[in-house]
């Protein structure tokens, strides 16, 4: 994602800022509630991951925290890798996306686009629900069709090709 200077004026980059923000603000919380600077807060914006959810971000910190012994400072990386380890435990069992296909009726043709699809959007932040949803009208509509057949063009033979072809009069013309 480009972030230049006109994407932080738009909605969604000041919304960032502030999700930034907070996120900083119940970092520095677990440090004597530190305030972070507005370079801080827009580096952190800038290194968080396209995909994040604010309650995934809220609590890969949560988690962070419960098991931090060391008073380690969290970094904007380990926000990421905690969001998407949360994600990771979201994924269903392959028996419970075998059932969540048959009640989709998603045939063998259609079961690979729809699994990598549930497990995508799963990994992009959507639920379960809303990833199977998304999964079932993407796989229902996927058809992959033979691709349009080119005309053939006439086949064209270079002199060699007709020498079998060929007498003596054709290579050096009518003899008298």
Do not use: C
């Not at 994040?52 to 380990?78: C, G, H, P």
């Amino acid at each position: 994602m480009s972030m230049d200077e006109e994407y932080w004026t738009t909605a969604r980059g000041k919304q960032r800022l502030a999700d930034a923000s907070l996120l900083l603000t119940k970092i520095g919380a677990h440090h004597g509630n530190a305030v972070p600077s507005d370079l801080q807060v827009r580096t952190f914006a800038e290194e968080l991951t396209a995909t994040y959810t604010l309650s995934d971000a809220m609590e890969a910190i949560r988690l962070f925290y419960e098991a931090n012994v060391k008073n380690q400072w969290m970094s904007s990386a380990q926000v990421n890798a905690g969001i998407r380890a949360l994600r990771r435990k979201r994924i269903p069992e392959e028996t419970r996306i075998g059932q969540l296909m048959d009640t989709a009726g998603i045939d063998e043709d259609r079961m690979l686009a729809y699994r990598r699809d549930l497990i995508d959007g799963i990994k992009r932040g959507r639920s379960v629900e809303q990833a199977h949803e998304h999964a079932k009208t993407h796989a229902s509509r996927l058809v992959i069709e033979a691709p349009p057949a080119k005309p053939s063009k006439p086949k064209q033979y270079h002199f060699a090709g007709r020498m079998n072809r060929m007498n003596l009069n054709d290579v050096i013309g009518e003899t008298k």
